[in-house]
T-cell receptor, first 109, second 114 residues
Framework: EDKVVQSPLSLVVHEGDTVTLNCSYE??????LLWYKQEKKAPTFLFML????IEKKSGRLSSILDKKELFSILNITATQTGDSAVYLC?????????FGTGTRLQVFP | DAGVIQSPRHEVTEMGQEVTLRCKPI?????LFWYRQTMMRGLELLIY????????DSGMPEDRFSAKMPNASFSTLKIQPSEPRDSAVYFC????????????FGAGTRLSVL
């Protein structure tokens, strides 16, 4: 059965800390891995990763994929209160996205 | 582009009533996805369409749920009759399969069945 597992489930940090969110997966026909940020409403797209070892970066956020070990990490440096959200990892099995349950990040001032 | 547009944003109804959720995908996208999100089960894919044709409805919980996509700019998800366990946030997403492949989500419909 296809599955996407995220860890930790929850994380509480102070502003300025660096965090690493983990995502491991097992899917039949892997195509790509996506990260989304969900605040109170819809998930918003962060990154799509298709190739191993190539880091994607956007400001203080970065992500990398390891297709051999079947995992990805999302790093957030110098966290801010606005980073508080649920971060969702999703993997394409052919044309269907399989979502993990998410990591809830809370950043306190 | 206005993004994926869903209506209504909130729906409160009584058990046994029919509920219709609506979605307008991003113009130019060829695929549309309906998801349900709950605390217990997270985000679950219910059904998806490619070029207005239903491709996979294996996630539709039971016959009370149905979805249509009569044209490239409109889809509906209907629940008849509704039950309290259907209470959840329902998201619609669209993408260009075969191209960018990134799914963009609407703001969701929060459904409460009393």
């Amino acid at each position: 059965e296809d599955k996407v597992v995220q860890s930790p489930l929850s994380l509480v940090v102070h502003e300025g800390d660096t965090v690493t969110l983990n995502c491991s997966y097992e899917v039949t026909n892997f195509r790509s891995l996506l990260w989304y940020k969900q605040e109170k409403k819809a998930p918003t797209f962060l990154f799509m990763l298709t190739s191993s070892g190539i880091e994607k970066k956007s400001g203080r956020l970065s992500s990398i994929l390891d297709k051999k070990e079947l995992f990805s990490i999302l790093n957030i440096t110098a966290t801010q209160t606005g980073d508080s959200a649920v971060y969702l990892c999703a993997v394409y099995n052919t044309d269907k996205l399989i979502f993990g349950t998410g990591t809830r990040l809370q950043v306190f001032p | 582009d206005a993004g994926v547009i869903q209506s209504p944003r909130h729906e409160v109804t009584e058990m046994g009533q029919e509920v219709t959720l609506r979605c307008k995908p991003i113009s130019g996208h060829n695929s549309l996805f309906w998801y349900r999100q709950t605390m217990m089960r997270g985000l679950e894919l219910l059904i998806y369409f490619n070029n207005n044709v239903p491709i996979d409805d294996s996630g539709m919980p039971e016959d009370r749920f149905s979805a249509k996509m009569p044209n490239a700019s409109f889809s509906t998800l209907k629940i008849q009759p509704s039950e309290p366990r259907d209470s959840a946030v329902y998201f619609c997403a669209s993408s260009f399969l075969g191209g960018e492949n990134i799914q963009y989500f609407g703001a969701g419909t929060r459904l409460s069945v009393l």
